[in-house]
């Protein structure tokens, strides 16, 4: 049985890329180079970069005469979002917080009120990821923060927002995610 060729231009090395946020609802882009000038940019984020994580939760049906499962069912589909913010900004202290009210009280001096965490700020996320002139761009379409805040002041390191993003299933992605590209390799499966 043949494994295939290896080609190493089908490696994706996520050198560099943005975040982009929007409340959900926002007009989602079409392909990995429509505008985003309709959601708002993330910023620096730690040099880690996002993690998409899924997992499925399956059902065993044993049987008395199996000591493996006869049947199996998938039962749900979990996934987060996870990535460190770098910047501080009135729309990265609301993505962190899952929401919250920004008011300047005197002329330069502001203040931020996170939101209810009862009250859910539903967002939608876009990851582009560059590697050369191949563009991969994760969308979002309905998500949550579920992470809390933690962050450290600390002489040696710059502080940091982590963000975790639970997501949703979309009004019009099924899975609640969708990828474009412009991968050469991606052709080959069309």
């Not at 560099?16 to 309709?38: C, D, I, Q």
């Not at 005197?106 to 203040?111: I, N, P, Q, R």
Request: charged share 20%.
């Amino acid at each position: 049985m043949a494994l295939g060729t290896n080609d190493v231009d089908n490696l994706l090395i996520g050198s560099n890329g943005a975040v982009f946020s929007a409340p959900y609802g926002t007009a989602l882009p079409t392909s990995e180079v429509s505008s985003v000038s309709l959601y708002d940019p993330v910023g620096y984020i730690t040099p880690a970069g996002p993690q998409i994580d899924t997992k499925v939760t399956t059902k065993d049906i044993m049987s008395w005469q199996s000591f493996f499962p006869t049947l199996t069912r998938a039962v749900s589909l979990d996934g987060t979002v996870k990535f460190g913010v770098q910047e501080f900004t009135a729309e990265t202290m609301g993505l962190a917080f899952g929401g919250g009210t920004l008011a300047e009280p005197t002329s330069g001096h502001y203040t931020f009120e996170p939101a209810d965490p009862s009250e859910i700020e539903e967002r939608t996320l876009i990851i582009d990821v560059h590697d050369g002139d191949d563009i991969l761009r994760v969308v979002v379409e309905r998500c949550f923060n579920v992470g809390g805040f933690s962050t450290s002041f600390t002489r040696e390191n710059e502080a940091v927002l982590p963000i975790e993003l639970k997501i949703l299933k979309g009004d019009t992605y099924a899975q609640g995610v969708k990828f474009f590209t412009n991968i050469a390799s991606f052709a080959a499966a069309s």
